[in-house]
């Protein structure tokens, strides 16, 4: 599993990874971003190689503090907790992974389609699209997942199939710009078909966006995955994240003062999705124009003192 | 286009979104295989008049496309079906529940307004200063913290000084006089209303500080400031008021995810709200309650958001044209 699983489209980027260089140059937020991202899916690659215990058996005293032999102490089971955190990272990145990867196929296919092709098929789907952003989401999530069964796949599923919402209107807004850029009205005069326009042309176009919104939406979907296993709608057979606290919050944890089974978790899952959100958000700003305008009339703000009044001054 | 015709657009939509809602709810629940989940008459313990009277009600015994009308109709009456669990109008129970829902996840949102707002201008009036790298980084972590995890967090942190759970003491036998029993659910509320609020102030705070620092680069801006206008005066009466605009925007659509995160607030401190109540259902497999609850939770979220676009009309006409 790496980052690219999350991004189908893949092709055609010689230009697109230049983008991506040039984030990274320029924004040490996106450096930030990308290595806690990194870091973690090395983190969850290697875990059953360096994880100091059993993730599953019990290797010492029910709640047991933290200790030099158990850095993160113990659980209710007497599971190390270090290594079940490890081993919890491991699922929830897949979880937050794959269920991104069905909302960008839905997602990129329905901006794409509704943006480029218009008429009808623009209007069905994006008034899908809308009433779909206006349901709450963790709500219709909890009820197709009771009614599913709870289970890793249906948990990815539901998440996927109702996260693509943003994603669909923000690339639809921006296939409707490019679409009507001279090289493709002349592509289109050369013959080209509507297939070879939409993978030569207008994906690569879209490809950055499409990025930036996979790694917000994985941030969106680990979230979520700790909510429905807090709400026991996750396999009850896997360690995730989310079912850490959720064991944690059902089995006593906080009466038994034990904050350890509890405070690592969240820091956790919390760095992972500032990471993300770090690393969308300097892609996106990067693609933004409007940003720059907005920084420059912030520099004569900054002229202010010349006025008379001192640096306190806004 | 005219103000009248704006507002039938807006409420057309949300008529036809409820709709959609409706109609997903029937065929998620009722179009799977499996009765345990279709079979809205078999109430546990129930008689056999009583599930006689819900096969008739719901047409159960009907082809599908009939049951829907019925389905309809039964809801326009405000008739959801029976309670597995608890043997009781779905409605009835819902209702109960939604009215202690309601006053946690007000004060809840409009906490995290207000601090939203706050933090968010004193942020972009000092741009680039340690004050506002600080509260800009709070502001991101309290939006990546999940909510349950901050739940959590205030228990353990709270623990014993504020009531941890319920909505009110319930071993006073005698009942309280109405002041002392206000501020009894009063301080079980903190709690709730306060992880609430931190989870739902992030957003609110960034979005405020880019649209302040926006605005503080209009050219009225600095009109007011050559009037010689004190600073106070500018950011709070002439700028503040414009920055506020995407605000409206922004708490309509957040309300989806302060529903979830609310829900999963009654569920750690035991609120007795329509949370808990599907939280509650699920693990007792009352499917007409989840049905129930799913769709006032989504009701309520529509009209609100209606709401919402109705005073962002009120507050830029523009939007219209």
Redesign the interface.
């Known amino acids: 599993m790496s980052l690219q699983v999350a991004d189908p489209q893949a092709a055609g980027a010689g230009r697109r990874a230049g983008f991506l260089l040039d984030v990274l140059r320029e924004r040490k937020a996106a450096v930030i971003g990308l290595s806690i991202i990194v870091f973690f899916i090395v983190l969850s690659l290697v875990a059953p190689y360096i994880s100091p215990h059993s993730a599953t058996a019990q290797t010492c005293a029910v709640y047991a503090p933290p200790s030099l032999h158990h850095w993160l102490g113990c659980d209710d089971g007497g599971i190390d907790m270090l290594s079940e955190i490890m081993q919890g990272g491991r699922i929830s990145l897949l979880v937050g992974f794959a269920a991104t990867l069905v909302a960008m196929v839905i997602g990129g296919g329905v901006g794409i389609g509704s943006g480029y092709f218009g008429g009808w098929l623009d209007a069905l789907l994006m008034r899908i699209t809308?009433?779909l952003?206006?349901?709450?989401?963790?709500?219709?999530m909890?009820?197709?997942a009771?009614?599913w069964g709870a289970s890793l796949f249906h948990v990815i599923m539901v998440i996927g199939i109702l996260e693509w919402t943003t994603t669909a209107r923000i690339i639809r807004a921006q296939v409707l710009s490019v679409r009507e850029r001279v090289y493709i009205k002349r592509t289109k005069g050369l013959g080209a078909s509507n297939a070879r326009i939409i993978w030569r042309h207008i994906l690569p176009q879209v490809g950055p966006l499409l990025i930036a919104n996979t790694v917000l939406t994985v941030?969106i979907a680990i979230?979520l995955e700790?909510?429905l296993a807090?709400?026991?709608?996750e396999d009850p057979s896997v360690t995730t994240w989310?079912t850490i606290?959720e064991h944690?919050?059902n089995r006593t944890a906080?009466?038994s003062?034990a904050?350890w089974a509890?405070?690592p978790?969240?820091f956790v899952?919390?760095?992972v999705?500032?990471g993300c959100?770090l690393f969308g958000q300097a892609i996106e700003d990067a693609l933004n124009p409007r940003l720059k305008v907005?920084h420059?009339?912030?520099r004569?703000?900054q002229l202010r003192p010349l006025?008379g009044r001192g640096p306190g001054?806004? | 286009m005219h103000r009248a015709d704006y507002v039938i657009k807006r409420g057309f939509f949300a008529l036809v979104t409820v709709f959609v809602a409706i109609t997903i709810n029937f065929f998620l629940f009722r179009v799977l295989p499996g009765s345990a989940v279709t079979d809205l008459s078999r109430v546990p313990h129930a008689t056999p008049q009583l599930r006689r009277a819900l096969t008739v009600e719901f047409g159960l015994d009907r082809p599908k496309w009939e049951q829907y009308l019925l389905y309809l109709r039964n809801l326009l009456h405000g008739n959801m079906g029976i309670s597995f669990a608890y043997q009781q109008p779905v409605s009835h129970l819902l209702i109960a529940d939604l009215k202690n829902t309601i006053p946690m996840v007000t004060v809840g949102t409009f906490a995290s307004i207000v601090v939203g707002v706050v933090s968010g201008v004193l942020s972009a009036q000092r741009r680039g200063s340690v004050p506002d790298h600080i509260s800009t980084n709070i502001a991101i972590f309290a939006y990546a913290f999940p909510t349950q995890w901050l739940g959590l967090m205030l228990l353990i942190l709270f623990a014993g000084i504020l009531p941890a759970g319920g909505m009110e003491n319930q071993f006073l036998l005698t009942p309280e006089p109405f002041w002392q029993h206000l501020g009894d659910i009063t301080t079980h509320m903190i709690l709730p209303a306060a992880t609430l609020m931190l989870t739902a102030y992030g957003s609110f705070t960034l979005v405020v500080r880019s649209s302040m620092l926006e605005t503080m680069g209009e050219d009225y801006v600095l009109t007011a400031r050559a009037k010689g206008l004190s600073d106070r005066l500018i950011v709070w009466r002439h700028a503040v008021r414009n920055a506020l605009l995407p605000m409206v925007t922004l708490i309509a659509l957040s309300l989806g995810y302060i529903v979830g995160g609310a829900l999963l607030i009654e569920v750690i401190f035991s609120w007795p709200g329509i949370g808990l109540g599907m939280f509650t259902a699920i693990g007792q497999r009352d499917y007409p309650m989840l049905q129930g609850g799913f769709l006032i939770l989504t009701f309520s979220v529509i009209l609100l958001n209606f709401i919402a676009d109705l005073v962002y009309f009120r507050l830029d006409p523009r939007i219209s044209e």
């Open positions: 809308d009433y952003l206006v349901i709450p989401d963790l709500v219709f909890m009820v197709i009771d009614v941030a979230y700790t909510a807090f709400l026991g709608l989310g606290l944690a919050f906080v009466s003062g904050w509890i405070v978790d969240g899952i919390a760095l999705i500032v959100f907005s420059f009339s912030m004569r703000w006025v001054a806004i």
